[in-house]
């Protein structure tokens, strides 16, 4: 499979979801989306997880990245990927999920039951929990020992805690950042028109969620990533 190197960090170019779900066929893997804040991220931690896994383009910022460099991708949002994997192999593969509030999640392993009847969730738990319970999940990822380890608690802390947990229990991991409260209804779609016309996601994210000043952060690393991109300093 065909990559390239974005600012040091190794990203591949998938030009389908299908494409991307027979790569994996279940490694052993963490699956990276990436999109511009995790292009110009300097931290060297998360570069060497990015550079050792598989990271795909999320965002329309790595795919204009990629192609620039004379690569062809398609954008795949983790966001619905993750349904897709499960629609895959729900039927012979075993599941684990971590991530946001405990009621999303909740409510997020209640709608899978319902949608893929018959998955198999050997547990889950919420993203809320200090250093002292790592270890303890950890036990119980190696006593459950799912094949597919679904993680959502945002970035970066997702991926230390995948690259964590792959060493003592290696399955395919997933990051899904917001994902279960998208799949849950609690935060709100992009509308496909502005996708189609805006493609900018992040500034609609923003808006819709005017007060969190993360939001409006990651909306001046697009400026930055933007710049980069024209001048050739990618
Ligand atoms: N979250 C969590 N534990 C934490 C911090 C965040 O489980 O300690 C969850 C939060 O509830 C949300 C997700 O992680 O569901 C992060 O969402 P966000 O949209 O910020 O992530 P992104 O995909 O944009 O990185």
Redesign the pocket.
């Known amino acids: 499979m065909e990559h390239r190197y974005i600012n040091s960090k190794k990203i591949f170019g998938f030009k389908s979801r299908s494409e991307l779900l027979a790569h994996i066929s279940l490694q052993k893997k963490i699956l990276i989306?990436v999109g511009v804040?995790k292009i110009l991220n300097r931290d060297i931690k998360l570069t060497k997880i990015i550079n050792e896994n598989i990271a795909y383009c999320d965002g329309v910022g790595a795919v204009m990245a990629l192609k620039k460099k004379g690569l062809y991708s398609v954008k795949i949002p983790?966001?619905k990927f993750w349904l897709d994997l499960i629609n895959d192999h729900y039927k012979t593969k075993t599941f684990y999920l971590?991530?946001?509030?405990e009621i999303?999640i909740k409510d997020t392993v209640n709608k899978l039951k319902k949608e893929f009847d018959g998955i198999n969730i050997v547990n889950f738990r919420?993203?809320?929990?200090g250093d002292d319970e790592i270890s303890l999940i950890e036990k119980d990822l190696i006593l459950k020992k799912p094949d597919i380890v679904f993680v959502?608690?945002?970035?970066p802390?997702?991926e230390y805690l995948m690259d964590h947990f792959i060493k003592k229990h290696p399955a395919l991991y997933m990051g899904?950042?917001?994902?279960?409260?998208l799949y849950t209804g609690?935060?709100k779609e992009v509308p496909t028109i502005w996708k189609k016309i805006f493609k900018w996601e992040g500034i609609y994210?923003a808006f819709n969620d005017f007060r969190n000043m993360?939001?409006w952060k990651?909306q001046l690393i697009a400026f930055k990533f933007i710049y980069k991109y024209y001048f050739n300093k990618l």
């Open positions: 989306a804040e983790g966001a971590i991530g946001s509030k999303v919420d993203g809320y929990f959502a608690l945002g970035s802390k997702q899904l950042g917001g994902s279960f409260d609690v935060a994210r993360k939001r990651r």
